[in-house]
Structure formats: structure tokens, C-alpha cells
């Protein structure tokens, strides 16, 4: 089945650029989509087909795909983007497939 | 604006069964694609299964194959996860969610949640 890689911490300074890596084979070739969950909460999607923002996503938020690597980035984070991130794909393996997820830390 | 509620969480005892709902308002149901997702208390999110708008398809993750169902009443706006023969490992909240077509893809819209424990 297919596999998807995430660090599982990122710690930021407010005002900083956060990267948010997901490794998979050949992952540039699939649709990658980002969801943020803060504790308690429903995940909300942040990013849809590798770079798509969904109305009400800040421009801060934004997403890009090559090779084995999709990431999304975070600039000038603020203490609410405190969360953790999941990324997702659908794959003709497995079919649906999340990342275990990363844990978004503002300092 | 969209809203999924989901509800038929609770307790149940190891081997027994349960009939999670999902209400959804706000949008065309039948034009859909709707899934389920679980994430176990401190844990990731888990895909579960998905059902075409039309409910001609159904996707499962392998280990739920065989014990979970899911299905859909598109004249009620309801999806269903009727689960079966349950393990302490299925212990989690079952999220309802969306897809803004009628096949599998992203999850633009989620429900908050019903909690399944399964323990004796």
C-alpha cells in the first residue's frame, strides 16, 4: 500500500515560514491535498490538488508538489496556525491515504 | 452552508455492532462522493470508506472490509457506516465527510464527530 511521510513536529517563531513536508513515491505524479486540526476540532482542508486554496484560507497558507515531495508552507505564521497537518492522497493501491501527520509548533 | 451531523456513537461491547449516521444539509447530496474517517484518541486520521454520489461504488480500507458497510440514502441525505464484529482497535471518532463531486477525492467539509468505544 501506498505510504505517506511526515515529520512529526515543526516548531516555528511568529513571523516565520513553516515547512510542512509529505514523502511519497513518485508523489508529484498524484493530487496532494492538506488538512489543519486543531485540538478538539473537526480537520478543515488548508489546501486541495497540491496548490489550490479553498475560499477562506489565508494566502499564507500555500502548497507545491515535485518528484517524491509535496509541501505545504506556512509564512508569516501566527500563534493560531498552531495545529497539526495532515496530508492526503487518493491512490489506485490503497485507495485514500493520510499522512500520519505533523505537529505544528509556534514558539 | 454546509452541516453534517453524525450520530449512533456510544459504547459497545468487543463483537458487537453499531449504525453510525450522517445528516447533511446545505448542498446537493446526491452529487457527493461521501466518505468516513476515524482517528483514535491521540492518533492520526484514518480513512475508512467511500460511496459515490450514485452509491454505485464502495471503498474500503482493507481492514474494515468485511465488517463495515456503508451505504446511503440519497432521498434522506443520510450516510450510514453499519460496523460490525468490533475490536477495542476501532475505538475512535468517526468523522463524516464530503467531497465536492461525485467521486472520491478531497474532503472540503466535515462533521465534528461521533465517539465509538468498544470495550467490555
Known amino acids: 500500500s501506498y505510504v505517506l511521510t511526515q515529520p512529526p513536529s515543526v516548531s516555528v517563531a511568529p513571523g516565520k515560514t513553516a515547512k510542512i513536508t509529505c514523502g511519497g513515491s513518485n508523489i508529484g505524479s498524484k493530487g496532494v491535498h492538506w488538512y489543519q486540526q486543531k485540538p478538539g476540532q473537526a480537520p478543515v482542508l488548508v489546501i486541495s490538488y497540491d496548490s489550490d486554496r479553498p475560499s477562506g484560507i489565508p494566502e499564507r497558507f500555500s502548497g507545491s508538489n515535485s518528484g517524491n515531495t509535496a509541501t505545504l508552507t506556512i509564512s508569516r505564521v501566527e500563534a493560531g496556525d498552531e495545529a497539526d497537518y495532515f496530508c492526503?492522497?487518493?491512490?489506485?493501491?490503497?485507495?485514500?491515504?493520510f499522512g500520519a501527520g505533523t505537529k505544528v509548533t509556534v514558539l | 452552508e454546509v452541516h453534517l451531523l453524525e450520530s449512533g456513537g456510544g459504547l459497545v461491547q468487543p463483537g458487537g455492532s453499531l449504525r453510525l449516521s450522517c445528516a447533511a444539509s446545505g448542498f446537493t447530496f446526491s452529487t457527493s462522493a461521501m466518505n468516513w474517517v476515524r482517528q483514535a484518541p491521540g492518533k492520526g486520521l484514518e480513512w475508512v470508506s467511500s460511496?459515490?454520489?450514485?452509491?454505485?461504488?464502495?471503498f474500503y480500507t482493507d481492514s474494515m472490509k468485511g465488517r463495515f458497510t456503508i451505504s446511503r440514502d440519497n432521498s434522506k441525505n443520510t450516510l450510514f457506516l453499519q460496523m460490525t464484529s468490533l475490536r477495542a482497535e476501532d475505538t475512535a471518532v468517526y468523522y463524516c465527510?464530503?467531497?465536492?463531486?461525485?467521486?472520491?477525492?478531497?474532503?472540503?467539509?466535515w462533521g465534528q464527530g461521533t465517539l465509538v468505544t468498544v470495550s467490555s
Open positions: 465527510a464530503k467531497v465536492p463531486f461525485g467521486v472520491p477525492g478531497y474532503f472540503d467539509s
Open positions: 492526503q492522497v487518493w491512490d489506485s493501491s490503497s485507495p485514500c491515504v
Open positions: 460511496i459515490t454520489g450514485s452509491a454505485t461504488k464502495t
